[in-house]
């Protein structure tokens, strides 16, 4: 007879939940931490708990986390808490200050009331980009998409070639399936990430190639190129290139300038 035996976390308290990147594997997924109980268990029932800790940043797809004793993530809130009772009322007087007091808010007092604070400061901080998109930033990453997205227009309006908003924008269209929108969205991108946009656009590349948009295909083609020129050397980009070309009548290949 095999004795199941051994230890692991239950009781979760004040989850959060954030996707965003791993710290630990660097793929963007579900981040969640909460406090925990760690208990011996047999046959998995629990049988004596061994104290109470911090789990934070729990990756849904590599299962890595970071773990704080129980005493020190109450010091850790302790001081969130007071950072914030001190705060409040100078806390809107410039965008740094501002971001710096709705992630602590975010992480020591939840949701709701984070939500308050970030309302505040869409109309505090109306004509300052950078706090705008943080903020929309800030409710794509807790699941609220559509929330979000009147704080990505607005930054848009303000700076049309703004990476996240832009990026944030393509993705939107993606998820309805709009090819043709989400590539004219994507290559307004100032600076588009390796990481998180190289993927995205080279398969939107061939997907609208397929779909027998070439022209759009093409136009951001020479888009990745511009922003990534080591793409020219990837065998996918130079084959879709090589095929719209081809259906365009394009002599002079993009990829010659490389
Ligand atoms: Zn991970």
Same mark, same amino acid.
């Given at each position: ?8 976390? #239950?009781m ?11 710290? *630990? ?8 931490? *909460?406090?925990?109980? *760690?208990?011996?268990h ?8 061994l ?27 302790a001081a ?13 007087q410039?965008p740094?200050?501002?971001i ?11 949701l709701?009331?984070?939500r ?11 004509e ?8 929309g ?6 699941? #609220? ?16 070639? *703004? ?7 393509g ?6 399936k ?11 991108m100032?600076?588009p ?9 080279l398969?939107?590349?061939?997907d #609208? ?7 759009e295909s093409?136009?951001?083609m020479?888009?990745?190129?511009d ?5 020219a ?16 009548g394009i002599?002079?290949?993009? #990829?010659?300038?490389?």
């Open positions: 007879m095999i004795i199941i035996w051994g230890t692991y976390h #239950l979760k308290n004040n989850p959060r939940v954030h996707n965003d990147t791993c710290p *630990h594997c660097g793929a963007f997924s579900r981040l969640e931490s *909460h406090e925990a109980t *760690h208990f011996f047999l046959y998995y029932i629990p049988l004596i708990p104290g109470k800790k911090r789990i934070e940043s729990k990756c849904s797809r590599c299962n890595k986390y970071m773990t704080m004793s129980y005493k020190d993530w109450v010091k850790v809130k969130g808490e007071s950072f914030i009772a001190e705060n409040a009322q100078v806390a809107f410039d740094a200050n501002a710096a007091y709705h992630e602590m808010v975010d992480r020591f007092k939840g709701p009331a984070a308050e604070v970030a309302q505040i400061m869409r109309t505090e901080f109306a300052q980009p950078e706090v705008l998109a943080y903020l930033n800030w409710f794509r990453s807790v699941g #609220l998409r559509n929330e979000a997205v009147p704080y990505f227009d607005r930054v848009i309006e303000l700076d049309p070639t *703004h990476t996240l908003a832009n990026r944030f924008k993705h939107t269209y993606l998820n309805q709009d090819l043709v929108n989400a590539a004219l969205q994507f290559a307004r100032e600076t990430d390796t990481v998180l946009d190289f993927q995205v656009l398969k939107l590349a061939i #609208l190639n397929k779909a027998n948009y070439p022209e093409y136009k951001l020479v888009y990745m190129l922003k990534f020129p080591a793409a050397k990837n065998s996918q980009v130079k084959s879709t290139i090589k095929s719209v070309e081809k259906k365009l002599q002079e290949s993009a #990829l010659g300038a490389w």
